[in-house]
């Protein structure tokens, strides 16, 4: 089983719709959680850190569930900039090692 | 404030041959990662650096890779002989260290995308 499980997709949606990525994660000892964005042939970049009560930065949710071990990102009013892949990340342990997902890749079209 | 440098950012090699990838983190950031990322799957830590030490390179196969960072600032990655399997994008980053065990953010590289023939 891999440490970090995501759909791959694509997810292809129209500009302005409402878009869910989910994540689940192994290792219940998993202490930091995050989402990286990560555009074509670029480096990855962080999104936003996740946390157990949830968080929001403008039209990006998310959401941390411990007891399912589960993370998910919530996109609303999807622009056309939001095309891109979405990394869940987790970090276990101390000294900020990093487990990435493999990705939800995102298209927004007209 | 300038990012993390890499060099070169594209590489062609034939199988059994040997290269190596150049990072220069950003200024005052005592850790400094090397990832692996293959076509369709995320970033896969290979080795992390603390200052010049070694502080996680577990899933570095060290019969064929070989990192440093002799004097705590940039460091070098190298393949020696390469496979075809290792064609990916190797990815630098770092960060600033952490206290206390708190998370610190990295910061990526553009990448080396190397090409194994």
């Known amino acids: 089983r891999k440490e970090v499980e995501q759909d791959p997709g694509p997810f292809n949606v129209p500009e302005g719709a409402t878009v869910a990525f989910n994540c689940t994660y192994s290792?219940?000892?998993?202490?930091?959680f995050f989402w990286y964005r990560q555009d074509c042939r670029k480096e990855p970049k962080l999104l936003m850190s996740?946390?157990?009560s949830g968080n929001e930065d403008g039209r990006f949710t998310a959401q941390l569930n411990r007891a399912s071990q589960y993370i998910s990102l919530l996109i609303r009013d999807s622009k056309l900039s939001d095309s891109a892949t979405y990394l869940c990340?987790?970090?276990?342990?101390?000294?900020?090692?990093?487990?990435f997902g493999t990705g939800t890749q995102l298209k927004v079209e007209l | 404030e300038a990012g993390v440098a890499q060099s070169p950012r594209y590489k062609i090699i034939e199988k059994r041959q040997s290269v190596a990838f150049w990072c220069n983190p950003i200024s005052g950031h005592a850790t400094l990662y090397w990832y692996q990322q293959i076509l369709g799957q995320g970033p896969k830590l290979l080795i992390q650096f603390q200052n010049n030490g070694v502080v996680d390179d577990s899933q570095l196969p060290k019969d064929r890779f070989s990192a440093e960072r002799l004097k705590g600032v940039d460091s070098t990655l190298k393949i020696q002989p390469a496979k075809l399997e290792d064609s990916a994008v190797y990815l630098c980053?770092?960060?600033?260290?952490?206290?206390?065990?708190?998370?610190?953010?990295?910061?990526f590289g553009p990448g080396t995308r190397l090409t194994v023939l």
């Open positions: 290792n219940s000892a998993s202490q930091s």
């Open positions: 990340v987790v970090s276990t342990g101390g000294g900020n090692k990093l487990t």
């Open positions: 980053a770092s960060s600033s260290q952490g206290r206390g065990g708190a998370y610190n953010e990295q910061f």
């Open positions: 996740v946390y157990s």
